[in-house]
T-cell receptor
């Protein structure tokens, strides 16, 4: 157990629907990062939050949004889902901002859009 | 723009031999590099890292080499063990910015 909890582990939904992925960071970590891993692709950075504030955006579609709550858990909202959104979505946390401190990853949410 | 590249999608090595995984990057400003290991159905886990001011870092069977002039780093695993079979991701960062990951290399250790 890495200490980063992601729910649900698996999600199957239809095109056009909306889903919410949840992430609880490791205790004491203030930064949360969301990554997407599609088939044969690396980990694509989506968005970062630090202590409740958005700090960096990557290749995140306008149909996607995220937030970090006062208790530091984070949610990634995916709407108007398309087949191409099927992927593994990872959440990671770190004590501070930046990659120097390394990330602790959750086990991911596998999203299947049918 | 893929700033971190792992050009070998897969690598097969015999147990007991050396495994060498390669990674190239384009941003000369990156100042810290990391390797992560990923098993199926699990998230990536940190393996080893190296600062840009060094050219080698060793941790047990794992050694990372950095060649800044070539913008290249490699991970050596000696000796390779069956439990090393996994996907390995190279990552790089600059300052307080996010980690940028490569596409990953699937390493298979054959008995």
């Amino acid at each position: 157990d890495s200490g980063v909890t992601q729910t649900p582990k698996h999600l199957i939904t239809a095109t056009g629907q909306r889903v919410t992925l949840r992430c609880s960071p490791r205790s004491g970590d203030l930064s949360v990062y969301w990554y997407q891993q599609s088939l044969d692709q690396g980990l694509q950075f989506l968005i970062q939050y630090y202590n409740g504030e958005e700090r960096a955006k990557g290749n995140i579609l306008e149909r996607f949004s995220a937030q970090q709550f006062p208790d530091l858990h984070s949610e990634l909202n995916l709407s108007s889902l398309e087949l191409g959104d099927s992927a593994l979505y990872f959440c990671a946390s770190s004590p501070r901002q930046g990659g120097y401190y390394g990330y602790t990853f959750g086990s991911g949410t596998r999203l299947t859009v049918v | 723009d893929q700033q971190v590249k792992q050009n070998s999608p897969s690598l097969s090595v015999q147990e007991g031999r050396i495994s060498i995984l390669n990674c190239d990057y384009t941003n000369s400003m990156f100042d810290y590099f990391l390797w992560y290991k990923k098993y199926p159905a699990e998230g990536p886990t940190f393996l080893i890292s190296i600062s840009s001011i060094k050219d080698k870092n060793e941790d047990g069977r794992f050694t990372v080499f950095l060649n800044k002039s070539a913008k290249h780093l490699s991970l050596h695993i000696v000796p390779s063990q069956p439990g090393d079979s996994a996907v390995y991701f190279c990552a790089a960062t600059l300052g307080a910015q996010k980690l940028v990951f490569g596409q990953g290399t699937r390493l298979t250790i054959n008995p």
